[in-house]
């Protein structure tokens, strides 16, 4: 599947950034707008996700191939890779298939594991389950404006902020009626892939992957120290890094300190 791709910037270096579980390729804008003078910048959406086409299928081994697909529909040349949660196991997952596609892999806030398998990790998932299982409640269609839907998630979900982010899935169509651009039911059958899609793989065959550079928030619980060895397992040498004062959204939380950390890792 070609993936719907915005593009910025004319450099001779080419970075695709990768979105997360309920994002799109426009939550990047403003970082892609700090890269756009020495870099071309492709945002993609990911299936059953922004402007992207749905599927009844949503794995990584889909999200890879329908990645690569679109990279090379753009570019022969090896790219810098950019992935966030979500987007960072499609990244990954692409690194591993295509190695000499990627010149850099840089991984925000994700490791190569199962987040569904262990105790200490089931917050994660149970997060994901009341999110989606609140949004599949939510009926965007009988709503008369945003504010009536924010409304209804505020009981769920305390954090205004996280709120405007799950809501921007919500779109007007030609009626002028609110939709869901993202599509849930499928994301919520496949819960359990995008919560995996690694303890099913073997150590890579090859030594020549791309150089790997993990980034963590601080405040996030999704890289643990210990991760640094399933890392490694799949991307040996890798680096990882941590951004002070930020959670899982890194890149909103604390968008200069992860913009002068990119920055280091490319130039």
């Given amino acids: 599947m070609e993936l719907f791709c915005r593009e910025l910037g004319k450099g001779s270096t080419t970075i695709v950034i990768v979105h997360g579980l309920y994002g799109a390729s426009d939550n990047w804008l403003s970082v892609a707008a700090q890269l756009e003078d020495r870099f071309r910048v492709l945002l993609v959406d990911q299936r059953n996700h922004g402007q992207s086409p749905h599927a009844e299928e949503h794995s990584y081994d889909l999200m890879a191939a329908d990645l690569y697909e679109t990279i090379r529909s753009k570019t022969n040349e090896p790219v810098v890779l950019l992935g966030h949660s979500m987007g960072g196991k499609t990244a990954m997952r692409m690194a591993l298939e295509h190695p000499e596609s990627v010149q850099k892999l840089i991984v925000a806030d994700i490791a190569p594991k199962n987040y569904s398998s ?134 909103a939380e604390q968008p200069e300190l992860f913009l002068k950390t990119l920055l280091y890792y490319l130039e």
């Fill in 118 to 251: 262990f105790a200490n990790y089931a917050e994660t998932t149970a997060n994901h389950e009341k999110i989606l299982d609140a949004l599949l409640q939510l009926k965007p269609e009988e709503a008369n404006n945003r504010a009536e839907l924010e409304a209804a998630l505020k009981k769920d979900f305390p954090s205004r902020t996280l709120r405007l982010f799950l809501l921007k899935n919500v779109k007007r169509n030609k009626q002028g009626q609110y939709q869901w651009q993202i599509n849930l039911p499928v994301l919520r059958r496949n819960l359990p892939e995008l919560m995996d899609g690694f303890s099913h793989l073997p150590k890579p065959a090859t030594d020549h992957n791309p150089e790997a550079i993990f980034i963590r928030g601080a405040l996030s619980p999704y890289i643990k120290d210990e991760d640094t060895l399933v890392i490694n397992q799949f991307f040996p040498g890798a680096q990882l890094v941590t951004v002070p004062k930020a959670g899982h959204w890194l890149h």
